[in-house]
């Protein structure tokens, strides 16, 4: 009796459809970081254009005045022939960086951030960490977690948090939340919008200097009718600077921390340079009372 052999096994083309579903996945990214990256350009150019920023340092090309005994005519286009063919060459002569040109943290060591809190203690008075976002400077998200707060959740503030009862399903303890987010903000630059109250939810300190809070972007750009730091709303220097809508319906936290990376950096050289300068701080610069914060929190024109 001869047997039969069954048909051969069709080979496992996992991997490689894997491996495509992968490079699919970073290039749709990468064109959407694309995409991203020339509206902003696009939007900082108009801001430009209207005076309200300062150009980046290598797009300043201001003639430099001739100094005194220089070459005229044809000497002069021979020595500056001469210096290109140098240049080409790799001659020892080169521009020296000035110090607006490395005014500023480096992109890797910029974060943004964003937290949602809830009510607990008394009549929900308390407010506590309960959602937490971080993102790239380039507007990648880094984290983005639910957490459970250390008191029992009296108001979930739904309305202004964006958070349920079902989310906290999936919440981790708050300590645990607290080591991850603060190993990802430690030596950054930390960007936010009102980051006092991010950082109190926290129950952490951020140096001063690292601190890039956007509610100072009106006072940067000296805009007629942008709205003093006292009621800059993330929301209305959104729409007004970056011709965005946000927070049409719940709050999102990643796009609220995406869209302080984005005012932060329209004013990055301007805002830099300041720092650089080290001007001492202004009256209006003190940081708001903690007793209000929670009222602000639930004002419409706080977002």
């Known amino acids: 009796m001869v047997s039969r052999e069954g048909p051969e096994p069709a080979q496992c083309l996992c991997p490689s459809l ?12 990468h064109k959407r970081r694309s995409r991203q990256h020339q509206r902003f350009m696009a939007r900082k150019a108009l801001l430009q254009e209207q005076g309200l920023l300062s150009m980046s340092p ?11 005994g220089a070459l005229r005519g044809p000497e002069a286009t021979s020595s500056g022939m001469q210096r290109q063919r140098n240049e080409s060459r790799g001659a020892s002569w080169s521009r020296k960086p000035t110090p607006t040109d490395s005014a500023g943290p480096w992109p890797s060591k910029c974060v943004a951030i964003d937290c949602e809190m809830v009510g607990t ?7 506590e960490l309960a959602r937490c976002s971080v993102v790239s400077y380039h507007g990648d998200v880094l984290y983005d977690k639910y957490i459970r707060p250390e008191m029992p959740i009296v108001d979930y503030r739904t309305r202004w948090s964006g958070i349920t009862r079902q989310h906290m399903r999936k919440a981790i303890p708050f300590q645990v939340a607290q080591k991850e987010i603060l190993k990802l903000l430690k030596g950054k630059v930390v ?5 006092h109250n991010d950082f109190q939810a926290l129950k952490y300190v951020h140096p001063r200097s690292q601190t890039r809070d956007t509610t100072y972007v009106p006072s940067l750009l000296h805009q007629p ?13 959104a729409l007004q600077l970056l011709h ?12 609220d921390a995406v869209t302080a990376m984005e005012l932060y950096r329209l004013v990055e050289v301007r805002w830099e340079e300041q720092e650089a300068r080290s001007l001492p701080p202004r009256p209006e610069d003190r940081e708001p009372d903690s007793s209000t914060d929670m009222e602000q929190y639930m004002e419409d024109q706080y977002w």
């Open 18 to 29: 894997a491996s495509l579903h992968a490079k699919d996945v970073l290039r749709r990214k």
């Open 58 to 68: 290598e797009l300043r090309s201001s003639p430099l005045p001739a100094p005194s």
């Open 121 to 127: 203690g008394p009549r929900g008075r308390v407010s």
């Open 191 to 195: 960007v936010g919008h009102a980051l």
């Open 225 to 237: 009718g942008l709205p003093t730091r006292a009621r800059a709303s993330l929301k209305d220097l």
């Open 244 to 255: 965005k809508k946000i927070q049409a319906g719940q709050h999102g936290q990643v796009e």
